[in-house]
């Protein structure tokens, strides 16, 4: 039998990473707000404390467990830690991300490595061990951050579009392995939104300028915009939905 409210999230867990801020709080706070417990995950104990009792202040049910999501031993104390003393974790979002900008020519090989580790690698890192404990349990849903750069480029980010348009496919390749298990794989790809991460850009005028007139809704996204589609996506609304990348972007994908 369906639920009443597909969308209700009440005695769910989901585990966010990146999210002390911008994003990943947004829609960690909106899957709070729809009934989940959450997991809130950061590098930066300090902020992720802060972003914990934010949220907790909120009446919501929170936890804070700091992990690099680069390093798979890191992730395997943490996802066992999550488990075993926390409790399941029914829904994950992967959302820990990072950007550098520079012209391709000049870009430097260690940055390199460290967006696709950070953007992509750590997608597998934290969804593999993630997913074996809901395979065991038949259900579960995954959510990976991807971006519309997944599908365009601009000038200076060849790299970070690189990993997100991967990231997107990984996401393809999760749901058709995973789907037979019962889980429920998708992808949320944001497009220009007001976050710490483009701050310099928020700042530029002739960004905004072209932002403005790029985008069909005329604005940059706020981050609490993007709740509602983490929602779906987490709920049981999208149990069909599988394998999809969700575009969050102003209609900015869809013109030309």
Not at 176 to 204: C, Q, R, S
Not at 210 to 221: D, E, K, S, V
Request: a negative charge; glycine letters at 10%; aromatic letters at 8%.
């Amino acid at each position: 039998m369906a639920p009443s409210n597909p969308f209700d999230l009440k005695g769910r867990r989901a585990l966010v990473t990146g999210s002390s801020r911008g994003l990943g709080f947004a829609m960690a706070k909106a899957l709070a707000q729809a009934g989940a417990a959450v997991v809130l995950n950061a590098r930066d104990s300090v902020a992720l404390g802060n972003a914990a009792a934010d949220l907790g202040d909120g009446g919501h049910d929170v936890s804070a467990v700091a992990f690099d999501v680069t390093s798979r031993d890191s992730v395997n104390e943490a996802i066992t830690h999550i488990e075993d003393e926390i409790g399941p974790i029914d829904i994950l979002v992967n959302n820990a991300g990072m950007q550098f900008r520079s012209a391709l020519e000049a870009f430097p090989p260690e940055k390199f490595d460290q967006i696709v580790t950070t953007n992509l690698t750590s997608v597998f890192n934290v969804a593999q061990p993630v997913a074996r404990h809901m395979i065991a349990r038949g259900h579960g849903k995954i959510i990976n951050v991807c971006s519309l750069l997944a599908e365009l480029s601009r000038p200076s980010i060849a790299p970070y579009a690189a990993t997100k348009g991967a990231v997107a496919n990984l996401t393809r390749g999760m749901a058709v392995d995973w789907a037979k298990h019962g889980l429920n794989v998708n992808g949320i790809a944001p497009g220009y939104f007001a976050t710490e991460m483009n701050e310099a850009l928020l700042k530029d005028e002739k960004f905004n300028s072209w932002i403005a007139g790029r985008t069909p809704m005329g604005r940059w996204g706020q981050p609490e915009e993007l709740g509602g589609a983490a929602v779906f996506l987490a709920s049981e609304a999208s149990r069909f939905v599988n394998g999809h990348i969700l575009y969050v972007d102003g209609a900015f994908t869809a013109t030309v």
